[in-house]
């Protein structure tokens, strides 16, 4: 069986590609923000908040993911308890956003299912995993524990891009008006 260090290092590359990804993403979603700043009313501001917050929130983790997962030094059992407490504190400030979303999206009509999919499901499902893969590393299962925090790391990222879209397409929908 290979060794903790041997089995994490196969996975530097993935969590540099996702980190990179995250933190230009961060950069680009900036961008559209600034952008869309001009239509934030007092009638819109509730609206930009719940669709810009979770964006930079979930691309932020993911980043912060990749960087924790990058560390060589970490036992399994220091990782497990990172990876633990992030899927702990993502929990909480997620389900509140979330939340606000299940409410737009009532109220509004307007979510398909892949709105639903990557704007509700996703971000939960995500630091369910987090927590899964955390506690996977601490039972010294660290293939199934690292495969859990890869799958949550691509699932926050399609969560953040799907967010960041119906943002930039919202923000479309406001020039338009």
């Known amino acids: ?7 994490l290092h196969s996975w530097q590359n993935f969590y540099f590609m996702a980190g990179g990804a995250a ?3 961060i950069g680009l979603m900036f961008v559209a923000l ?3 700043m ?3 009313n007092k009638v819109t501001e509730e609206n930009f908040r719940i669709f810009a917050a979770p964006s930079i929130y979930y691309f932020v983790s993911a980043l912060l993911i990749c960087c924790v997962m990058l560390v060589p030094t970490f036992t399994p059992r220091e990782l497990a308890l990172i990876v633990l407490f992030g899927a702990v504190v993502g929990l909480i400030v997620t389900i509140p956003r979330v939340w ?4 737009a999206a009532r109220k509004h009509q307007d979510f398909n299912f892949w709105d639903w999919l990557t704007q509700i499901i996703f971000p ?6 987090f927590g899964a893969g955390g506690l996977c590393l601490f039972i010294d299962q660290w293939s199934l524990g690292i495969v859990a925090v890869w799958l949550a790391t691509v699932l926050l ?3 953040a891009i799907a967010n960041t879209w ?5 923000i479309i929908e406001q020039n338009r008006d």
């Open 38 to 40: 001009h239509l934030v």
């Open 34 to 36: 600034s952008l869309g």
């Open 23 to 25: 933190a230009t993403l």
């Open 166 to 170: 119906s943002l930039v397409l919202w």
């Open 100 to 103: 606000k979303l299940v409410q």
């Open 1 to 7: 069986m290979a060794e903790f260090p041997d089995i």
């Open 157 to 159: 990222l399609l969560a």
């Open 124 to 129: 939960v499902l995500s630091y369910v995993l």
